[in-house]
């Protein structure tokens, strides 16, 4: 019996292989004559965490609400892999218009490492489209809305209208727009913060899951407000 395997390279997914020789340990190794990725192919491997399907597998279930932990178990592959996978992603949002009519801003909180130590997301969204605009990191005060502002006219972004709750620092910085104030207009950033509470692990209320590093809680909710953003999730 012969059995066929199509490979592909797990770096540019072209189907130009060659054979290049076998690795110290007896197994084939295989050379992408496209981009020059040497490989092993998903059907020799013995550690699963070097399937080429994986990374997209874990960031799909990292906005899934899934802990690092338990993607380590259910997939059978280290915690430092898991990690890895999120640390190296590299998505950010680009807003899709350049004017909107009507924009919700609200602030959000998280914390990093202890519960004292607070971390606000403060972030612009689009009801009608469901996008999150823009978005921000800081303490709860003036300068980080502020910085949200900046953030919005640095990406040339207009509106018609700007709604929040009647928070002090909010009124101070969007005095000089068309700026409406009550919860009425601001249904729906709350339901997205309800559906970030639920999608992002490390957001959620009453759980031992939490970030221990800025940098990876940075990196959860540029993914998942990317995964948001195209539709993903
Ligand atoms: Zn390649």
Redesign the pocket.
Known sequence: MQIKIILY??????AKIKKNGKKSYKKQNFL?K????QFIGDHALSYKGCLSSLNRKILKMLVRGIGIRDIADIEQISINKVLSALVHSTHKIKPKQQHYDKLEVDEFWTYVGKKKNKVWLIYAYHRATGEIVGYVWGKRNYKTAKKLRDKLKSMSISYDAVYTDKWDSFIAVFQQDNHIIGKENTKGIEGNNCRLRHRIRRAFRKTCCFSKKLFNHFKAFDLAFFYINYGFI
């Open positions: 390279c797990p770096d540019c997914q072209s992408c496209n981009c020059g990725r």
